[in-house]
């Protein structure tokens, strides 16, 4: 089993729908939780970022936490084509140098 | 703008051939990484530095090798390059351990023939 398991998708929704894009994860040691967006033919950009459990918003996405159910969301109102990209989640722990991540979900938001 | 910058975005090699991809940061950052992304297998790491001239293996470290001489420079290597090697390239690099994200480079598409 991967320490990390994310929805490859596609998954296609139309413009202005709210989106959710999901991970879940085993290891109870993760501390710090990242979303990326990565575009076609470019390398990911870190989108938000969020120290153990809660939410955090930033315009049109919010990312939500539950350590309890070692489950995160990303959530991105009022979606656009501009948004279509594949959402890799990303997470460490507090001693570790690297991140562990998920396959990425490829998401199509048709106008 | 602080960048991550590789060298080439596409390239082609023969196979068997030695291969060198280059690695520079602007950002005085401790930690580079290696990474290959294919699809459907997300991001694979395979070497990373967390100092000048120190490395340690990723999860698929067979194959390659990496060379960090100086703090803004990490150069992986393909010793004979093979066809099983093509892929999407990126490097990355952070300030700290896991606790910061990375920042990631455009990618080199290398391809083996």
């Known amino acids: 089993q991967k320490e990390v398991e994310q929805d490859p998708g596609p998954l296609s929704v139309p413009e202005g729908a709210i989106v959710s894009l999901n991970c879940t994860y085993s290891?109870?040691?993760?501390?710090?939780f990242m979303w990326y967006r990565q575009y076609s033919r470019k390398g990911p950009e870190l989108l938000m970022y969020?120290?153990s459990s809660g939410n955090k918003e930033d315009g049109r996405f919010t990312a939500q936490v539950d350590k309890s159910s070692k489950y995160i969301s990303l959530f991105i109102r009022d979606s656009q084509p501009s948004d279509s990209a594949t959402y890799l989640c990303?997470?460490?722990?507090?001693?570790?140098?690297?991140?562990?991540w998920g396959a990425g979900t490829k998401l199509i938001i048709k106008p | 703008d602080v960048k991550v910058t590789q060298s080439s975005r596409y390239l082609v090699k023969r196979t068997g051939e030695k291969v060198f991809l280059e690695c520079v940061q602007d950002?005085?950052?401790?930690?580079m990484f290696w990474y290959r992304q294919d699809p459907g297998l997300g991001l694979r790491l395979i070497y990373f530095?967390?100092?000048?001239?120190?490395?340690e293996k990723g999860d698929i470290p067979e194959g390659y090798s990496v060379s960090r001489e100086k703090k803004e420079r990490f150069s992986l290597i393909l010793e004979s390059a093979s066809t099983n090697q093509t892929s999407m390239y990126l490097c990355?690099?952070?300030?700290?351990?896991?606790?910061?994200?990375?920042?990631f480079g455009s990618g080199t598409r290398l391809t083996v023939v």
């Open positions: 969020t120290y």
């Open positions: 990303a997470m460490s722990g507090v001693s570790n140098y690297q991140l562990i």
């Open positions: 530095s967390y100092d000048v001239k120190m490395k």
């Open positions: 990355a690099s952070n300030k700290d351990r896991g606790i910061y994200g990375y920042t």
């Open positions: 290891n109870s040691a993760f501390q710090y």
């Open positions: 950002m005085d950052h401790e930690n």
